[in-house]
């Protein structure tokens, strides 16, 4: 079983940039894919953006797209989100997650169910 961490979060104004990390270490041989997940007060955890280890393809949500980047560093087992332009209903706790799908047949990225670890989450908070 592989264990992620995130870091990197914070305190920034609407407009700003983050990033945040996400190691994994342990058994990750097996990961087909990460993602990032986020939980804001009061609504459902909702699916942000996904890469596959093997070949890089990216997924992510409508709502990011063209302001979050999702890239890995197979290296050092880390998967890093790119955030730019941030707005204040960006504030959530962000969750990394690891996917063990055996292909991209079976993975959806944007559903937790397709997810078997998770880290304990970073806060971001975007004011104004």
């Known amino acids: 079983q592989a264990q992620l961490v995130e870091s990197g979060g914070g305190l920034v104004q609407a407009g700003g940039s983050l990033r945040l990390s996400c190691a994994a270490s342990g058994r990750t041989s097996s990961t087909y894919a990460m993602g990032w997940f986020r939980q804001a007060p009061g609504k459902e955890r909702e699916f942000v953006a996904a890469?596959?280890?093997?070949?890089?393809?990216?997924y992510s949500a409508d709502s990011v797209k063209g302001r979050f980047t999702i890239s890995r560093d197979s290296v050092k087992n880390t998967v890093y989100l790119q955030m730019n332009s941030l707005k204040p209903e960006d504030t959530a706790v962000y969750y990394c997650?690891?996917?063990?799908?055996?292909?991209?047949?079976?993975?959806?990225?944007?559903?937790?169910?397709?997810?078997?670890?998770w880290g304990q989450g970073t806060q971001v908070t975007v004011s104004s």
């Open positions: 997650a690891a996917s063990h799908a055996p292909s991209e047949v079976t993975f959806v990225a944007t559903i937790e169910g397709a997810y078997d670890y």
């Open positions: 890469i596959t280890w093997s070949s890089g393809r990216t």
